[in-house]
């Protein structure tokens, strides 16, 4: 079992960028593939990029494609991501989340979840 604590996010313009942190304690973080997620107000939530177990797979969502970067140091159990390009469709809350196995785009998918960041970029 992981606990997740997002951190990083803030009210930035567009244009501007931020680099989320997924910091994970508990036991055997590198087992677990991790994804990130947002929502917004009104809106359903939205797989934004996940990353595999030792990196090598990684999948975006269509609207960040080429924006933001997915990273992870399983030496610090910690996953980044890294928003580039920022524009206010962006706004929402992101949250991270983990589960043993390949990383997916459902959240259905993830047994375990932070507790989100608030991002929000104005125009």
């Known amino acids: 079992q992981v606990q997740l604590v997002e951190s990083g996010g803030g009210l930035v313009q567009t244009g501007d960028s931020l680099r989320l942190s997924c910091a994970a304690s508990?036991?055997?973080?590198?087992?677990?593939?991790v994804g990130w997620f947002r929502q917004a107000p009104g809106k359903e939530r939205e797989f934004v990029a996940a990353?595999?177990?030792?990196?090598?797979?990684?999948y975006y969502g269509d609207s960040v494609k080429g924006r933001f970067d997915i990273s992870r140091d399983n030496a610090v159990n910690t996953v980044y991501l890294a928003m580039n390009s920022l524009k206010p469709e962006d706004t929402a809350v992101y949250s991270c989340?983990?589960?043993?196995?390949?990383?997916?785009?459902?959240?259905?998918?993830?047994?375990?979840w932070g507790q989100g960041t608030q991002v929000t970029v104005s125009s």
């Open positions: 989340a983990a589960r043993q196995s390949i990383p997916t785009m459902r959240s259905s998918d993830y047994d375990y």
């Open positions: 508990g036991r055997g973080f590198t087992h677990y593939s």
């Open positions: 990353i595999s177990r030792n990196e090598v797979q990684t």
